[in-house]
């Protein structure tokens, strides 16, 4: 596969507005968040780290990011701007920078996968900071970031996700996410959109779940025969075996926006050490058909989804050391845990499968992460 172009990184940042005013102004924003992307890919983790990089790295880097006149920003200058930044306006920059990277994938033909799940800042938190709790949309097949919203803090992850929904590109795509989002509002957002759910249903939808429940708890009839598909995998020391049966058989019952499947997933994880054995079971619900996507393929989707909490959650609170940072003024804590997600997604879209030691090679390769940010990104080289 010849490799694909997309435009810099960098030039995506450009078209991001500076509110501060022009006189006086010495540094371009455009650079201050590629060299920040650029610190972070060489594990500089916290904003007074970044402020360093170009002092450890030499000012032969200074040019690319137009500090070339007046050098690097001190520290103070990188507290003061972040604090101040939009941050609305720079997560939607790099969703439009995701959906190119799509475009040039081109995965449009095939039914992207979509999971969405909050993450607390807990250090920020602690701290007061304001909408320290970020939902976030993860793109199952490739690992990108698509987008990131604060939720406010008198409100919860239910009371912002419709505008977030309505603010990314979902034709052709899929929302799995836990059973806070099992709700018909959602549903119906994602179906006038064009878009699909693969959902879970708990009791907090107590009617649906009992109905499932019932059905997958008899033989079904022959002339309606459930679907159904298995995977077995090895991880981590451990058997994890994926059951699900599938059926059409209460679409007419329910009502649900656009329901055409409910499902059982079975899923049992066997310890061969100890032999302990833990079976777990969850009903749902999908607004794809069994000839868009039969057994196999909602069972693919349900396993997918939980990447968001392994690929993306779990690699800015151990590898990124997210939790143990305290920023707190204006949206800088949002800030930087979307630099991480840029980041991640660089690296994912790259090949990088093991984030910790590409952030360790590239610590002493920094022409390669700065290459990643301020040159044309090189698709499926």
């Given at each position: 596969m010849a490799a694909i172009e997309v435009?810099?990184?960098?030039?995506?940042?450009?078209?991001?507005?500076?509110?501060?005013?022009?006189?006086?102004?010495?540094?371009?924003l455009s650079g201050m968040l590629a060299l920040a992307c650029v610190a972070i890919l060489c594990g500089y983790q916290r904003v007074g780290a970044?402020?360093?990089?170009?002092?450890?790295?030499?000012e032969q880097y200074a040019k690319a990011f137009g500090f070339e006149k007046h050098g690097y920003p001190a520290q103070i200058t990188w507290y003061r701007v972040f604090g101040k930044i939009d941050i609305k306006q720079v997560e939607t920059k790099l969703t439009e920078w995701c959906e190119e990277i799509l475009k040039a994938l081109q995965l449009e033909g095939e039914l992207i996968g979509i999971s969405i799940d909050g993450k607390t800042l807990r250090g920020s938190k602690r701290q007061g900071a304001e909408n320290s709790h970020l939902l976030s949309a993860y793109i199952h097949q490739i690992g990108l970031v698509l987008a990131q919203v604060g939720v406010?803090?008198?409100?919860?992850?239910?009371?912002?996700?419709?505008?977030?929904?309505?603010?990314?590109?979902?034709?052709?795509?899929?929302?799995?996410?836990?059973?806070?989002?099992?709700q018909k509002n959602v549903t119906e957002t994602l179906i006038e959109k064009g878009g699909d759910y693969v959902l879970p249903v708990k009791n907090n939808q107590e009617l649906t779940h009992e109905a499932i429940e019932l059905w997958?708890?008899?033989?079904?009839?022959?002339?309606?025969?459930?679907?159904?598909?298995?995977?077995?995998?090895k991880r981590h020391g451990r058997l994890t075996q994926w059951h699900i049966e599938t059926t059409t058989a209460l679409n007419d019952y329910l009502d649900w926006p656009g329901l055409a499947q409910v499902f059982?997933?079975?899923?049992?994880?066997?310890?061969?050490?100890?032999?302990?054995?833990?079976?777990?079971?969850?009903?749902?619900?999908?607004?794809?058909?069994?000839?868009?996507?039969?057994?196999?393929?909602?069972?693919?989707?349900?396993?997918?989804?939980?990447?968001?909490e392994n690929g993306l959650h779990w690699v800015r609170d151990v590898t990124f050391d997210e939790d143990r940072s305290i920023l707190r003024v204006g949206q800088t804590h949002h800030l930087m845990a979307t630099l991480r997600n840029v980041a991640?997604?660089?690296?994912?879209?790259?090949?990088?499968?093991?984030?910790?030691?590409t952030l360790r090679f590239l610590a002493a390769q920094p022409d390669r992460a700065l290459a990643l940010v301020t040159d044309p990104l090189l698709l499926g080289e």
């Open positions: 435009r810099p990184l960098i030039d995506i940042l450009a078209e991001i507005k500076d509110v501060r005013q022009k006189k006086g102004l010495r540094h371009p970044i402020a360093e990089w170009g002092r450890n790295y030499g406010d803090d008198k409100t919860n992850e239910l009371g912002v996700v419709e505008e977030f929904l309505l603010s990314l590109a979902l034709r052709g795509r899929v929302l799995t996410g836990d059973a806070l989002f099992t997958f708890a008899a033989p079904a009839p022959y002339h309606l025969p459930n679907q159904m598909a298995a995977v077995t995998e059982r997933l079975t899923r049992t994880v066997i310890f061969p050490k100890t032999g302990e054995t833990q079976t777990n079971i969850q009903y749902g619900i999908t607004s794809l058909s069994p000839d868009r996507a039969d057994a196999a393929h909602l069972l693919t989707f349900k396993r997918h989804h939980w990447g968001i991640i997604s660089l690296l994912r879209a790259t090949g990088h499968i093991q984030i910790a030691s």
